[in-house]
Each structure stands twice: as structure tokens, then as C-alpha cells.
């Protein structure tokens, strides 16, 4: 399996929940990233943090970083449909390439 | 908008053409990616330059061939593709040191 992997592979909520997406990853990391994408089209960065960091908002976004337990959730609060995206994230390994490592990604629903 | 457009945002050919992805970043980004994107799979890292010089050519068949003559494009070329090669092809770029990464739309390919 590859080294970054979301879960769920699919969620479905309401407008004004919740929505938490959850990643691991099998190696050390530089930092983890969370990209959406809409449906065919390009990625959107969405948050960084570095491996020396537990928590980070943005706004309704908020992610965590467990390095023990080599895991990352991401938490979008009060959800909007226009949240409605794929939602991945990516492993950085270190080194001055920027090779990031991206798992499959998780597929948010969000209905009105 | 990213920052970064690639060109065009859809192709179809056949299995016997040469064609050519266009990308374009005016970030000041010194590095430059390029991704495939197939369907239920995770992005997969096909190049990497660094200041103009290829630094990452993840085992990529040699029908697809990058060029970057400066660091504000990078161009992918294809020729004699398969149709598994169909997906959306996605360009990124990013500072030398700092990994997070702009990414364009994309261009959805089709081999017939």
C-alpha cells in the first residue's frame, strides 16, 4: 500500500456538519498536506504542517499531526456544498525536490 | 487561479500522433512537477526540475519526454502513446526549498 492513504474513501453529509477525513502514512515526514480537488480539475493547497507541529487552523479548516502514531485528520467545521470536493493528502519526505506523496483521497459530499 | 495554467485543458489523439503539454508558472517558483492523475489511483510523480535541470524522472516510458527551456514553462511531449496513458496530466510548481505546491488545472487527456 502506498504511503499516504485517506479514509474514508467516500463521505456524505449535510450541509452544517462536520466532515472529518482521516490520513496515514508509513515513513518519517518533512510535513503532510492537504490538497482538495473538484471534480477534473487541478489541486488546491489547502494547509501545510510540519512534522514538529500537532495542531493548525485555517479558517473552518483544522488539521492534526500525529507522529506516533503516523496519522493526520482533517476537520472542515459547518460544512458548505461548496465544499463538495476530493480531498487528499500528501506526504513530503524531506529533501529540496518537493517530492510529495499523495494517497488516493477522500471524496466529500456535502448536501444541501 | 493558481498562479500556474497549463494548456490545452483537453486533448484527444491517437495512438500515433505527437502532441504537446503546455505549462506555465510566472511565480518565481524555481522548481517544476509533472503528475498523472488516472482514474481510482493516487497521483503519481512522472517529473521533477530544478532550476532547469531534470532532478526526478520516475521510470516514465520514453513516449513521454519533458522539456524546460526556462523556469517559467515546462513542456511534456508525447508520442506513440497507449490508450492507458488517458488521465489527467498535472503540472505543479514550488519554491527550491519550501514544498508547497501550486497546481494547474490540468490537461485531460484521451488516447484513441
Known amino acids: 500500500s502506498q504511503q499516504g492513504e485517506e479514509d474514508p474513501q467516500a463521505l456524505s453529509i449535510q450541509e452544517g456538519e462536520n466532515a472529518t477525513m482521516n490520513c496515514s502514512y508509513k515513513t518519517s515526514i518533512n510535513n503532510l498536506q492537504w490538497y482538495r480537488q473538484n471534480s477534473g480539475r487541478g489541486l488546491v493547497h489547502l494547509i501545510l504542517i510540519r512534522s514538529n507541529e500537532r495542531e493548525k487552523h485555517s479558517g473552518r479548516l483544522r488539521v492534526t499531526l500525529d507522529t506516533s502514531k503516523k496519522s493526520s485528520s482533517l476537520l472542515i467545521t459547518a460544512s458548505r456544498a461548496a465544499d463538495t470536493a476530493s480531498y487528499f493528502c500528501?506526504?513530503?519526505?524531506?529533501?529540496?525536490?518537493?517530492?510529495?506523496?499523495f494517497g488516493k483521497g477522500t471524496k466529500l459530499s456535502v448536501k444541501p | 487561479e493558481t498562479g500556474v495554467t497549463q494548456t490545452p485543458r483537453h486533448l484527444v489523439m491517437g495512438m500515433t500522433n505527437k502532441k504537446s503539454l503546455k505549462c506555465e508558472q510566472h511565480?518565481?517558483?524555481?522548481?517544476m512537477y509533472w503528475y498523472k492523475q488516472s482514474a481510482k489511483k493516487p497521483l503519481e510523480l512522472m517529473f521533477v526540475?530544478?532550476?532547469?535541470?531534470?532532478?526526478e524522472n520516475n521510470s516514465v516510458p520514453s513516449r513521454f519526454s519533458p522539456e524546460c527551456p526556462n523556469s517559467s514553462h515546462l513542456f511534456l511531449h508525447l508520442h506513440t502513446l497507449q490508450p492507458e496513458d488517458s488521465a489527467l496530466y498535472l503540472c505543479?510548481?514550488?519554491?527550491?526549498?519550501?514544498?508547497?505546491?501550486?497546481f494547474g488545472q490540468g490537461t485531460r487527456l484521451t488516447v484513441v
Open positions: 500528501a506526504t513530503d519526505l524531506g529533501g529540496s525536490q518537493g517530492n510529495l506523496i
Open positions: 511565480l518565481g517558483h524555481n522548481a
Open positions: 526540475y530544478n532550476f532547469k535541470e531534470q532532478t
Open positions: 505543479a510548481s514550488s519554491q527550491d526549498e519550501i514544498t508547497e505546491a501550486f
